[in-house]
């Protein structure tokens, strides 16, 4: 039997179709299902209560929106990520931004979480290098039940934070574990 292959989307395909429903992004035109369980949602939910508290703390011109996509220019790639830090002040220079959710520069951006899940490897390599390209100047890697490659959080895989600090176009990579904190 011979399988044909699924129909790549453009991005505003994907927006048009996808847009709302948080359950998908969109990786080089291919759609790929975010298969998020209730634990995945509370550490979400956890880690973004203590940012905004930080936010508010600091009287930050910062605001954490329900949901959000990330358009990469010049290629077919939208991300939805778990939380993400926004700059106000910046808004004005997204073209998106006032008909719809999409942030398209690094700039508008001042921290994007990823919380992992069984699609670790797209968090640990591929939104790491995008990022970056991207200019987000910070990318946590929050990996509650330890499912990364022991190339990312070493051996023996144990739950692990990864602290991504953006250095000229490269991030700087800082693991904590139980213990290391």
């Known amino acids: 039997m011979i399988q044909s292959a699924s129909k790549l989307l453009t991005v505003d395909e994907f927006i ?7 359950d998908y992004e969109l990786i080089d035109g291919e759609l790929i299902n975010m298969e998020a369980t209730g634990l995945h949602e509370q550490v979400v939910a956890f880690v973004g209560r203590k940012l905004n508290v930080e936010i508010d703390r600091q009287n930050l011109p910062y605001f ?9 220019l010049g290629t077919e790639t939208a991300f939805r990520p778990d939380l993400i830090v926004l700059a106000q002040t910046q808004l004005v220079n997204e073209p998106l931004w006032q008909q719809e959710p999409v942030i398209t520069s ?11 899940s069984t699609n670790w490897q797209n968090d640990y390599a591929r939104k790491v290098e995008d990022y970056a390209i ?11 039940l330890g499912l990364g490659g022991r190339e990312y959080i070493g051996k023996p895989k144990q739950p692990t934070i990864t602290i991504c600090t953006l250095v000229e176009d490269e991030y700087q990579k800082q ?3 139980v213990g290391y904190l």
């Open 16 to 22: 048009t179709q996808y847009g709302d429903s948080p």
């Open 64 to 72: 954490i929106p329900h949901r959000c996509l990330i358009k990469l």
């Open 134 to 144: 991207l200019g987000v100047p910070e990318y946590w890697i929050v990996d509650y």
């Open 175 to 177: 693991l904590f574990r």
């Open 106 to 116: 690094g700039n508008s951006i001042k921290l994007i979480v990823e919380v992992v």
